[in-house]
């Protein structure tokens, strides 16, 4: 068996597609999305995620703007950025790049913003009522994980899904999402982390498995039962010199492995990270359209 390859990217311009009619729509109102981003410092990592966010919204027509704060700046500046997005009417969607600096005052900068502007899905308000399952922006990576099984004919209700990873940013929120009574949801979660001991029997049980561990390769191809469905929302960097860059990406699966027994996998790159960004536009617009009914 050689898995079908589930095309984060195709199924991101799917969307897209979608969200262009509705932009059109608001805009003929009079009403132009609009995202503001927070970077602070320069970690390369999340200057790359701010710039393709930036050209994502470019490429839509949703108006950005983003403020840049030196890695030292300090909390009531930061706090400040906050509050002029928050401030701004232009601005329908804040998001602070993740990690700060000072991570201490993370949660605090956070609950910050305007829960009907937390497009990220972070604020505690957001948090709560997506466990309650009240209507909310998702976040964005878990939402996406959703879509790209919903959109490739995945049935999840009623199957036995192992989300390997225990994060506040996906492997718990996916979790609740994929538990709740949903056209989205509906099955039986496990999770697993790094207190659990072999991760593997609970893994081998699963239908669907979704690892999101944060370490290259954590999901080897004896942890996978013959015809899992296999999510990979890890972007691992590895050493590469054969490459320009010196290193390569790589997912939390052991791809070339894990193909050959699972009936669909996501590659990584072209996975997962698409739709990240995608959900991300998806719930701009969202925000701009609640504006409207103010």
């Known amino acids: ?18 969200l262009a009619s509705e932009i059109a729509a608001l805009k003929s109102r009079g009403v132009t999305p609009g995202l503001g981003v927070l970077l602070v410092g320069d970690n390369p990592a999340s ?12 490429e839509m ?43 201490s005052i993370e949660q605090d900068v956070i609950a910050a913003i305007r829960p009907d502007k937390d497009v990220d ?36 209700a009623g199957t036995h899904v192992v989300v390997v990873g225990r994060s506040h940013i996906v492997g718990r929120p996916l979790a609740n999402l994929l538990s709740q009574k949903s056209d989205l949801g509906n099955a039986t979660v496990t999770m697993c982390h790094t207190g659990t001991r072999d991760i593997g029997s609970f893994t081998r049980q699963a239908d669907i498995v979704v ?7 954590t999901v080897t191809a004896d942890m ?11 972007v691992n960097r590895v050493e590469d010199p054969s490459t320009d860059k010196g290193y390569r990406l790589v997912g939390d699966v052991d791809f070339e492995a894990v193909k ?10 072209g996975g997962v990270g698409p739709m990240t960004i995608t959900l991300l536009l998806y719930n701009t617009v969202a925000a701009a359209k609640n504006s409207l009914h103010k």
């Not at 068996?1 to 979608?18: P, Q, S, W, Y």
């Open 211 to 217: 690892a999101a561990a944060g370490h290259p390769r």
């Open 260 to 269: 050959q027994k699972a009936s669909a996998i996501t590659p990584v790159p």
């Open 47 to 58: 200057r790359s995620y701010v710039t393709g966010k930036k050209r994502a919204c470019e």
């Open 1 to 18: 068996m050689t898995a079908r390859i589930l095309d984060g990217k195709a199924i991101a311009r799917e969307l897209r597609a979608e």
């Open 121 to 156: 899905g972070f604020h505690p308000i957001s948090v709560g009522r997506m466990m309650l399952g009240l209507p909310t922006f998702l976040p964005c990576t878990p939402h996406g994980v959703l879509q790209i099984l919903k959109r490739s004919g995945i049935r999840v």
């Open 224 to 234: 996978i039962r013959e015809g899992a469905v296999v999510i990979d929302v890890g």
């Open 61 to 103: 027509g949703i108006y950005s703007a983003e403020i840049c704060l030196p890695a030292g700046a300090g909390r009531a500046d930061i706090m400040a950025a906050v509050q002029s997005f928050n401030a701004d009417e232009r601005i329908h969607g804040v998001l602070v790049q993740l990690p700060l600096p000072d991570a």
